[in-house]
């Protein structure tokens, strides 16, 4: 009689070769976004306090650090900029000389063969901090496409390769896209924000940005956490308007709704790794009350296990180098 037990899954756990062959979820940097904060200035880097180790960093610092994240094996990182002014309609958000604008440019004359995605908002640049058209106390949704156009097409003429509006403006991606053929701009893709919550999680984004809103919150257009049901329905709207990738915003919160659209939608998806998700980690690895590098490892093959084929991540140079380590 074969002693109990007869099945025994530990014998694919004994050694490291065996657990690597037959491990289900890969992460590799090809996997990875490196997001990136530039600002006005030549030669300026700055540390953001909430997001320890991450910086804003001025045109001529950004393409230095791009053409490093590139070297270890990163192959796109997605810009967010920091105006030198703001207005009600943030309009250095499409501005020629805008500095999202600039930045591209001179990381398509550096490092041609690097992704670069852009980040299609407008809370960065208006003096209200919030995504669109105000009028009263109200965000405007349908004057806000009108603008949300015009960012995407200025980042376009300056050469970036996709284009992701991250404002949860209905009917936006349909707008973008039709905007982009109709200048010529057909091979630009849209990375949507399709499933984008009003999450707590996004505070020190908005110290690195300086975004916070002046009044109010962003309720009304961000999507309520709670509700998953809405999640997929905003996924499917976004992918019958014509995107190209769609995106879980925050990723670890949301995994449920990442294996959800993984079930759904055949579309590539993406993921955002969320400021406060990576300066909860760094802050109690600082602490040493975990494994930093551990957890941040453990934290992404999970997005990935989930479903996400792109990760969106303040980690991805770390853990690029650390998978470089094996």
């Known amino acids: 009689m074969t ?44 540390e953001v306090l909430s997001l320890p180790g991450q910086y804003r960093f001025s045109v001529d610092l950004l393409v230095k650090e791009a053409v490093e994240a590139q070297a270890e094996g990163i192959r796109a990182v997605i810009l967010f900029g920091i105006p030198a002014t703001k207005d009600p309609l943030g309009s250095e958000s499409y501005a020629d000389d805008g500095i999202v604008q600039r930045a591209v440019r001179s990381l398509k004359r550096e490092a041609p063969d690097l992704g670069i995605v852009t980040d299609v908002c407008l809370c960065e640049y208006t003096d ?14 349908d004057a806000t496409l009108e603008l949300l156009g015009k960012v995407a097409l200025s980042h376009a003429r300056a050469g970036a390769d996709v284009v992701a509006p991250s404002d949860m403006m209905d009917g936006r991606v349909r707008f973008i896209r039709e905007a982009l053929d109709q200048q010529g701009f057909p091979h630009v893709a849209i990375l949507a924000y399709a499933a984008k919550h009003a999450s707590s999680y996004y505070g ?26 809405e999640a997929l329905r905003e996924l499917k709207l976004d ?8 995106l879980v915003k925050p990723a670890m919160p949301c995994l449920d709704i ?40 453990e934290s992404l093959t999970a997005i990935r ?19 470089a380590r094996g």
């Open 3 to 46: 002693p109990f037990p007869q099945e025994r899954p530990r014998r694919l756990r004994r050694t490291p070769w065996i657990r690597d062959l037959v491990r289900e979820t890969r992460l590799a940097p090809a996997d990875l976004v490196q997001p990136l904060f530039v600002m006005p200035g030549e030669g300026m880097k700055q």
């Open 239 to 246: 992918a019958e308007e014509g995107a190209d990738i769609l």
């Open 258 to 297: 990442l294996r959800d659209a993984r079930e759904r939608f055949d579309l590539p998806l993406a993921a955002y790794q969320v400021s406060g998700e990576y300066a909860v980690i760094r802050a109690a690895a600082e602490r040493g009350w975990v494994d930093g590098e551990a957890m941040m490892m």
């Open 204 to 229: 020190p984004f908005r110290e690195a940005a300086h975004s916070s809103p002046l009044f109010g919150d962003r309720r009304s257009y961000q999507m309520d956490p709670a509700n998953r049901r």
């Open 305 to 323: 296990r989930a479903g996400a084929d792109i990760v969106i991540t303040y980690f991805a140079r770390e853990a690029a180098r650390r998978l």
């Open 128 to 141: 209200h901090g919030h995504c669109g058209k105000v009028v009263g106390r109200e965000v405007d949704n």
